[in-house]
């Protein structure tokens, strides 16, 4: 079994998000056309932010095969000359980013 399993999924969601907004943005514009875009990603979510605080262990046990597992994660981009740990390491960033504003705006709701 992974050792990156939450981070794969965090990973995964990043990246087709980011694939779907390269895909919506061809055209120069955004429109709600490009909306069926972006359902399948939608559907990673839930897993993608479910774990996110499990990631921060999973990184510092990480293992080999789990690096590699990042990489070939990455490497579906099919991107020319990529800079895996660069584009793990954002995808990372932008998930933490995004769990620590929805814990942000869950405890703002509190104080209501």
Do not use: C, W
Not at 12 to 31: N, W
Not at 44 to 63: M, W
Not at 99 to 107: P, S
């Amino acid at each position: 079994m992974s050792n990156v399993l939450e981070t794969k999924q965090a990973v995964e969601f990043i990246l087709r998000f980011a694939e779907a907004t390269e895909s919506a943005l061809e055209d120069g514009k955004f429109t709600f056309l490009d909306f069926p875009k972006f359902v399948p990603v939608l559907g990673l979510l839930n897993e993608a932010l479910s774990g996110a605080k499990q990631i921060p262990g999973e990184l510092s046990a990480l293992t080999e095969e789990g690096q590699a597992e990042l990489h070939n994660l990455i490497g579906t981009l099919k991107l020319e000359d990529a800079d895996y740990d660069k584009i793990g390491e954002e995808a990372l960033k932008i998930v933490v980013s995004v769990v620590a504003l929805v814990g942000m705006i869950k405890e703002a709701k509190k104080k209501k």
